[in-house]
């Protein structure tokens, strides 16, 4: 739903024009990205100010999420669905540890 409705830019290509054009919020990479994805997400971010998390999602899991193929890299368009995500995440992440 939020990539019909223009909040994500799905795919590395995609992912880094959109932090190049001050658009993204937030760059995410899969677990099993390759590494020049990876490499290109996070240079992209540093040098255009935007927050980048390596995901604990592979591929396949961030294609189920947006519906689309089996992307490595992500960027969050707004800035409410990033910090929503982030906060998911950091929430998840912390409960995983705590059962350990």
Same mark, same amino acid.
């Given at each position: 739903?939020?990539?019909? #409705?223009?909040?994500?830019?799905?795919?590395? !290509?995609?992912?880094? #024009?959109?932090?190049?054009?001050?658009?993204?919020?937030?760059?995410?990479?899969?677990?099993?990205?390759?590494?020049?994805?990876?490499?290109?997400?996070?240079?992209?971010?540093?040098?255009?100010?935007?927050?980048?998390?390596?995901?604990?999602?592979?591929?396949? !899991?961030?294609?189920?999420?947006?519906?689309?193929?089996?992307?490595?890299?992500?960027?969050?368009?707004?800035?409410?669905?990033?910090?929503?995500?982030?906060?998911?995440?950091?929430?998840?992440?912390?409960?995983? !540890?705590?059962?350990?």
């Amino acid at each position: 739903m939020a990539k019909k #409705a223009g909040l994500l830019a799905v795919g590395s !290509e995609a992912a880094v #024009a959109s932090a190049r054009r001050g658009t993204a919020n937030l760059l995410i990479t899969a677990s099993d990205a390759s590494d020049g994805s990876i490499r290109r997400a996070k240079a992209n971010a540093q040098s255009n100010g935007v927050k980048y998390i390596a995901v604990p999602y592979t591929r396949y !899991e961030l294609g189920n999420i947006t519906g689309r193929g089996s992307p490595g890299t992500i960027a969050f368009l707004d800035k409410g669905l990033a910090d929503g995500f982030t906060d998911r995440l950091v929430k998840t992440t912390l409960g995983k !540890e705590s059962d350990a």
